[in-house]
């Protein structure tokens, strides 16, 4: 039987930002300044999204294990840390970009900041699967997937609504069908009718077609056998 994963959805939803910002990245012509605003603001967006994660797991998750393995906390902290210099590094690189002037220093910048993002893209996707591993063996030794459950509401419960709508348009982007449709099935369930109509409309918004139909398909398919 397969455990509750608390990193599953949340991740997910942070590894559509890395390979769609990465992407967009690859796709900027930097000599226009204009262009590269979006690409900047799109990468700025993605350091304070995981800037949040990493504060989230550092006040909620760490000291879930911290009395099991203080050890892997501190190698976590410290990975926190090195994130957290990727993260200045680029913000300097940004800063260095919009200072630049003429199409050899605009394209010099903008590649060194591609390529920093890159670095950063490899990091985190290791830091991932590695918190996956490592942390979810030592959670699932200790407690229940109700008592993580309860970890999960309290992060939740700590974030802006805001904030909240926007990593969940990430998570339905980067979740498969059936995932998301438990989720909103969970959601329908045990939340007021108007989270789950805000959070449908949000599937609404980002969904293509084909996946809209079929996350549809299954939560009418869960509706009738209830």
Do not use: C
Not at 61 to 80: C, G, M, R, T
Not at 159 to 187: C, F, H, N, Y
Not at 202 to 208: C, G, K, Q, Y
């Amino acid at each position: 039987m397969l455990r509750y994963n608390i990193f599953n959805l949340k991740h997910k939803g942070l590894r559509a930002m890395l390979f769609e910002t990465a992407i967009t990245l690859q796709h900027t012509s930097f000599e226009d300044k204009d262009a590269a605003e979006e690409s900047i603001k799109q990468v700025e967006a993605v350091l304070h999204a995981f800037h949040d994660h990493a504060t989230h797991e550092d006040a909620h998750v760490l000291p879930a294990i911290q009395k099991y393995d203080a050890d892997l906390v501190n190698e976590f902290e410290s990975e926190h840390g090195i994130d957290e210099l990727l993260t200045q590094n680029i913000q300097s690189l940004i800063n260095t970009y919009k200072n630049a002037s003429g199409n050899d220093e605009l394209n010099a910048a903008g590649y060194a900041l591609n390529m920093a993002f890159n670095e950063f893209v490899a990091f985190n996707l290791y830091h991932m699967n590695k918190e996956e591993n490592k942390i979810n063996k030592v959670l699932w030794d200790h407690y229940s997937d109700v008592e993580l459950g309860h970890i999960t509401q309290t992060i939740i419960a700590s974030i802006p609504p805001q904030v909240m709508a926007e990593d969940a348009r990430w998570m339905m982007k980067g979740t498969s069908d059936s995932e998301l449709i438990a989720w909103l099935r969970t959601i329908k369930n045990t939340a007021p009718d108007q989270v789950f109509k805000a959070m449908f409309a949000i599937a609404e918004s980002v969904l293509p077609t084909e996946r809209l139909q079929a996350v549809q398909d299954g939560l009418m398919e869960g509706a009738m056998l209830a």
